[in-house]
């Protein structure tokens, strides 16, 4: 079995050494990518897209990988880095950002917050400073924010579903004459022919997603991907396996959802009970 090799400088880029190493050693063994995917039971072209740095596959995946090796830990070790490589991340929500522009349709959930397609500046100015962004830097990021939701605008806008958590609705604003404003902006937007709302109600109870806001962008080649994120960091999947267990979750969380009439109605109400400015 090949040697552990040991770490050199070129862990500095975390994705790319992990991605070398992982062809490194198939090569180094006469391996295809087929034999690989045959021996450890998983599609092949997983492989692939890791060693090309497209996608980093599951912890379970690189212990297995560990495993045939003989390299205990290594590239466990070099996954880890690649996971929490804050570069990494802004590259990969880059590439979504560029994608999310050339969808034909896309499907959100959202857990805690509105997403930013639906925002308004006021709303996006406190959830990114609750984020840690300041003075100028926020501006900028809130300027960008708002340039997004042109996606949503025109005739040719692709479809756009969200099914909101009721918690969504039921987390104001600190500013509660943006709060309204925000609220109102969402019901003007559930009427466009573009935007479909729903609301899942908290009585649904415990879900696939309880824990996950996720996008499915429908690419013009008809090819799914997925981007799940949290306040802190994303991911964008592109394995099909992947993104379609993702999407069976989201097909369970759409059928115990509100119909888009019976959301709006929900929203409306919310509307109504929010306060006023005093």
Not at 19 to 48: M, V, Y
Not at 231 to 252: F, H, I, K, T
Not at 265 to 272: A, D, N, V, W
Request: glycine share 8%.
């Amino acid at each position: 079995m090949p040697q552990r090799r040991a770490v050199t400088g070129r862990s500095q880029e975390p994705r790319q050494r992990f991605a070398e190493e992982l062809r490194t050693l198939r090569t180094s063994g006469g391996t295809s990518l087929r034999q690989l995917g045959e021996r450890l039971g998983w599609d092949w072209s997983l492989f692939g897209k890791m060693e090309k740095g497209e996608t980093l596959g599951s912890p379970e995946v690189v212990q297995a990988l560990d495993q045939h090796y003989g390299t205990p830990g290594l590239l466990l070790a070099l996954w880890e880095l690649a996971a929490g490589d804050h570069t990494q991340f802004r590259e990969r929500y880059r590439r979504y950002m560029a994608l999310e522009a050339e969808a034909v349709s896309l499907w959100h959930f959202a857990v805690s917050v509105l997403p930013g397609l639906l925002q308004t500046p006021g709303y996006a100015r406190e959830v990114l400073a609750v984020g840690g962004w300041r003075g100028k830097d926020l501006e900028r990021q809130v300027e960008a924010r708002m340039g997004r939701r042109e996606l949503l605008a025109g005739d040719d806008a692709p479809p756009f579903r969200t099914i909101l958590s009721e918690a969504v609705l039921r987390t104001p604003l600190r500013d509660a004459v943006e709060w309204r404003a925000q609220l109102d902006y969402v019901t003007e937007l559930s009427e466009s022919p573009a935007v479909t709302i729903q609301v899942l109600p908290l009585a649904a109870g415990v879900h696939g997603l309880v824990g996950t806001d996720v996008w499915f962008l429908r690419l013009a080649d008809g090819r799914p991907i997925a981007y799940t994120e949290n306040a802190y960091w994303g991911e964008l999947v592109e394995e099909s396996s992947r993104v379609e267990r993702l999407q069976r979750a989201y097909d369970v969380v759409r059928d115990m959802a509100m119909s888009p009439t019976e959301s709006r109605k929900f929203i409306l109400r919310m509307l109504e009970e929010a306060p006023c400015e005093p």
